[in-house]
DNA sequence: TTGAAAGCGCTAACAG
DNA sequence: CTGTTAGCGCTTTCAA
């Protein structure tokens, strides 16, 4: 008669059921700046997939370093979530042993940990692939304005820059190299594009022209467009840029940029706390994400092939490796 | 001695928590289109005031409006919640009587209901207030670029656009307003802001030739200046634009606009769902936001007192009305 | 197969 | 004031 009455209009109970069953049916997701459009994007395609799997979110906007260790903390201790995505940052060491004891766990978007599943974006390759395209559209001196160094993507940004200007024998300075201080979303956002911008632009001389400019990300190229505009400086003709993210708003500024597709990113890392909550013997994964080239009109180069006629290709090498 | 081991590295567990005390910490929202700039900048302000106080939020994104209903029942029935924050939509009067019954604390933000708490923005005195700005310029044929009628905001900004028309002895017609269809965001992008643009634009006669539009937010501004630009109008020259919102990015596009104080308006919804759950019995509070004009350089206002130098200083009316 | 009983780890109410 | 105990509403296990 119990199962009568459960039919109509009943849901269980979120505690008890936790509490017998030891699950929650919840994810905690810690991410920085979720202000940022890039974030935004990615948050977009974690919420669409936890709809359709119905499983909770909760939200953990960190806006300092060690809020990040609070929170996963409190996710471990509390014993409310099965799963936690961890994005854009260093995880850190001092919870690696906690999460392992406990079986929580973890997935790492856009950062990497071999103990745990990761799904990485190719910075490296991306800032490579972005620099190469300006190289080979004949320039010689190219500048770059990049995030604070601590953040991890502003490292290996920087890498793949240094890369292809080794590559087509050009010299790297930083003196070229406008990398952020201290600050709010490390440096990547419009205020910092600008500024570097004009600190890029009076540094050039002469003698050491700088005819293009790298930014690494879509927020900043932004920035530094009204930067190169008000100092009277075209773009593309007096400096061509390449930026990275393809956010939504790239395509208004018609940014040539890498496009890294977001909102897969977040539903697949969704997925795969999923997966690892089933199984929580197999060996860390980690799913690489290579961004893609996307030119418009910031580049300076006419003839597009891909331009916006290219369909969203997502390229996902997975590969799994033991541990 | 139970408690020596508990001061040392102890956390409860959430769950056993919950089902002795029937509380949860936490706080679900209910929001649409958190891909929305306007809703990112509420967000921070609630997740800030949730850090702040420490409670758990439970992010619920709505795509659509069957959606909304089953997380607002989804929230009644787990009892995992000690309130919801639920924004921007017309609240189903379904579940207003379950609400009730159970006592389950909820916040309308920019939105009503005579039976709960709600915060709200003066979408119609706004619209008129930038509208009359408009039309103290001395424009005669002023349009509006509009969002889905069926959202709220955007009926109460059409009455106040409306008003202000009136006021000024101009005529209303709606071959003057471009009101979006049922759409992503309900007509709340940059791309109806450009489509709804060329629409006017074209519609646009010698004999009625419309110089100034009103719109209802900063991105489809965006679109719309975009559309203008592409179409050979300069903004504020051949166009005078005023819109609504006042997002980070209205700087970047020296947009004239109306100020929400968005970040504040999350902090304050938190703290009121915080303080009905400690007094359950009190009369339902309306707190009111009135939007501020923010004079840049798209309604070609020259002289600008106000200015950039204005203090954002939000005229909080705060009028408690018994039920 | 179906139904009763034993916790899950806390809090709150109660007794000492 | 401190220590003990009875549930909170489920799931799971075990007996019927």
Same mark, same amino acid.
């Given at each position: 008669m119990l199962s009568a009455a459960k039919r109509l209009n009943y849901f269980p109970q979120r505690h008890a059921r936790g509490l017998a069953s030891k699950k929650s049916n919840a994810i905690s997701i810690v991410i920085p700046y979720f202000t940022n459009y890039f974030f935004i994007e990615v948050l977009q395609g974690v919420q669409d997939k936890a709809a359709e799997l119905s499983v909770d979110l909760m939200l953990y906007g960190v806006n300092n370093p060690a809020e990040a260790e609070l929170y996963l903390r409190r996710s471990l201790h509390y014993g409310h979530v099965d799963g936690v995505l961890f994005f854009s940052m260093n995880f850190p060491e001092s919870c690696v042993g906690r999460f392992k004891e406990m079986g929580l766990p973890v997935v790492l978007v856009d950062a990497y940990h071999p103990e745990f599943d990761s799904l990485r974006v190719e910075n490296r390759e991306g800032a490579h692939t972005a620099t190469a395209h300006l190289a080979q559209l004949g320039h010689r001196t190219i500048g770059m304005i990049n995030g604070h160094l601590g953040a991890q993507p502003a490292q290996e940004r920087m890498a793949g820059y240094r890369d292809a200007l080794e590559e087509h024998g050009l010299d790297f300075s930083m003196d070229l190299v406008k990398a952020a201080p201290r600050q709010r979303l490390d440096g990547f956002n419009k205020e910092w594009g600008d500024t570097a911008m004009r600190a890029l632009i009076r540094n050039s001389t002469p003698a050491n022209h700088m005819t293009a400019v790298f930014v690494a990300s879509d927020v900043q190229a932004i920035g530094a467009m009204g930067a190169a505009r008000r100092m009277g400086l075209r773009i593309p003709e007096d400096i061509a840029m390449v930026s990275f993210d393809d956010i939504e708003l790239a395509q #208004?500024? $018609?940014?040539?940029? %890498?496009?890294? *597709? %977001?909102? #897969?990113?977040?539903?697949? =890392?969704?997925?795969?706390? %999923? $997966? /690892?909550?089933? #199984? *929580?013997? =197999? &060996?860390?994964?980690?799913?690489?994400?290579? &961004? $893609?080239?996307?030119?418009? /009109?910031t580049c300076g180069a006419k003839e597009s092939r891909e331009n916006e006629m290219s369909v969203l290709h997502d390229r996902i090498q997975l590969e799994e490796s033991g541990t």
């Open positions: #208004h500024f $018609e940014l040539t940029t %890498m496009r890294q *597709p %977001m909102y #897969h990113i977040g539903a697949l =890392a969704l997925a795969k706390v %999923m $997966e /690892r909550i089933d #199984h *929580p013997e =197999a &060996p860390p994964s980690v799913s690489t994400f290579v &961004p $893609e080239l996307v030119i418009r /009109r």
